[in-house]
């Protein structure tokens, strides 16, 4: 990873920094919450033990410029990038619906762009998320591809939709 080693950024409402191993709780929290974790990548988490590791890797992740982020004292999801140059985001449900997403996703969008030589952000997206299709809409992101049966989510197969974010000019 490039650029500084423990950025934090701050918005209006929120701080978003590096995950310690201190934010399992309240990461559980949003990672067991079947409504967040239904368009993630694997299903709500049913033990903390599966959370912890995945903090583990988050936090000793090498091709990763990624965030915890805090509101009001409490981390209530994560944004960045996992693998540069794909962005991800979760945020805990009872935070839907007041702009925080987009906050914190526009701050991330903002540094990655300033940290890394990067032409473009991506991201893939199931299609039925339609909330998240319209932050990342919102944000400039364009399709740029489909594919079906990226993902087996349970016994269920899923799509992607496939998105990118050039580089702003100058």
Not at 97 to 110: D, F
Not at 135 to 141: D, P, Q, Y
Not at 142 to 148: D, L, Q
């Amino acid at each position: 990873m490039t650029g500084s080693a423990n950025p934090v950024l701050k918005t209006a409402r929120l701080t978003l920094r590096r995950a310690r191993i201190g934010d399992l709780a309240d990461l559980h929290q949003v990672f067991s919450q079947p409504a967040a974790m239904r368009y993630w990548s694997t299903p709500e988490h049913d033990t903390m033990a599966q959370t912890e590791a995945y903090l583990r890797d988050m936090i000793m992740a090498v091709n990763a410029d990624d965030f915890v982020i805090e509101h009001q004292g409490r981390v209530v999801g994560k944004a960045g990038a996992w693998n540069l140059p794909e962005i991800g985001y979760i945020l805990h449900p009872d935070l839907w619906g007041q702009g925080l997403g987009y906050e914190a996703v526009s701050a991330v969008v903002v540094h990655l762009f300033a940290s890394h030589p990067i032409t473009e952000l991506t991201a893939e997206v199931d299609p039925r998320n339609l909330a998240s299709r319209s932050l990342l809409g919102k944000l400039g992101f364009h399709e740029s591809g489909h594919a079906e049966r990226t993902l087996k989510w349970r016994e269920e197969w899923c799509d992607s939709i496939y998105l990118s974010r050039p580089r702003p000019l100058g």
